[in-house]
């Protein structure tokens, strides 16, 4: 995940049509913050699936603090936002994550939630990135 201060999280708060919480007793353990087709966001990532796609739920960032995976917080935000989809007849939910170098937990954790590449894309900085989507049914 690339960084990000409080006022670009305020930004991209205010235009997402999906973030979830999920805290616990020490606060924030889980998030999840995911952008409709149509929205004046300026990821490169993003705009790969803009110009292919007249319909999908682009998962900008999940991330879950290291003292809390595998307690299945991601699934659990996985499955309520592909339910969120769902309702809102969203065909697809599309996100990416590195591939050069590779993550390889986000590849197993994407791959477990039903997401197949469809795409990559060298970036800028000398990374690549996979671009996923899970269809819903």
């Not at 991209?12 to 999840?32: I, K």
């Not at 490169?44 to 999940?62: A, G, H, M, S, T």
């Not at 809102?88 to 050069?100: D, G, W």
Request: net charge neutral; charged share 25%.
């Amino acid at each position: 995940m690339s960084p990000m201060d409080a006022a670009r999280l305020a930004e991209l708060s205010a235009m997402a049509a999906y973030l979830r919480v999920v805290e616990d007793e020490r606060g924030t353990a889980a998030f999840l913050l995911a952008f409709r087709e149509g929205m004046a966001y300026d990821s490169v990532n993003y705009r790969w699936f803009v110009e292919r796609y007249p319909r999908f739920l682009y998962v900008d960032r999940i991330a879950v603090a290291g003292d809390r995976q595998g307690r299945g917080l991601g699934t659990l935000l996985y499955a309520d936002l592909f339910d969120f989809a769902r309702a809102r007849e969203v065909p697809r939910v599309v996100c990416e994550y590195y591939s050069v170098p590779l993550n390889e937990p986000s590849r197993r954790f994407h791959q477990r939630a039903g997401f197949v590449e469809i795409g990559s894309q060298w970036l800028p900085n000398g990374k690549q990135v996979s671009f996923q989507e899970a269809l819903l049914r």
